[in-house]
Nanobody, 124 residues
Framework: QVQLVESGGGWVQAGGSLRLSCAASGRTFSNLVMGWFRQAPGQERMFVAVISSSGSSTYYSNSLKGRFTISRDNTMNTVYLQMNSLKPEDTAVYYC?????????????????WGQGTQVTVSS
């Protein structure tokens, strides 16, 4: 298991930006595939983005491509999610997750460690 702590959520007006951070400990971070998911009220937790262990590969939910950017700093054991041009429908709790056995995946079941989540609220 790896311990994950998200930060950087908050309230922002539509069109604004936020950068989420997720600090990891407990396993060798540079071996981990990392993902971001989000869950809006009354909805399932949905895939947002994934980044390979080295950071050389990324993949996004089609609906978010171009507005969100995932990145990582393996020297800081941290993964980031830069969110631009935010919309009210981006309002959700955002979770980072560590992939199981290095699997590069968009499926929740392929992640075995989760942070506590950070709330993002976008007002119109």
């Amino acid at each position: 298991q790896v311990q994950l702590v998200e930060s950087g959520g908050g309230w922002v007006q539509a069109g604004g930006s936020l950068r989420l951070s997720c600090a990891a400990s407990g396993r060798t971070f540079s071996n981990l595939v990392m993902g971001w998911f989000r869950q809006a009220p009354g909805q399932e937790r949905m895939f947002v983005a994934v980044i390979s262990s080295s950071g050389s590969s990324t993949y996004y939910s089609n609906s978010l491509k171009g507005r969100f950017t995932i990145s990582r700093d393996n020297t800081m054991n941290t993964v980031y999610l830069q969110m631009n041009s935010l919309k009210p429908e981006d309002t959700a709790v955002y979770y980072c997750a560590a992939g199981r056995s290095g699997t590069y995946s968009i499926r929740r079941s392929d992640y075995d460690s989760w942070g506590q989540g950070t709330q993002v609220t976008v007002s119109s």
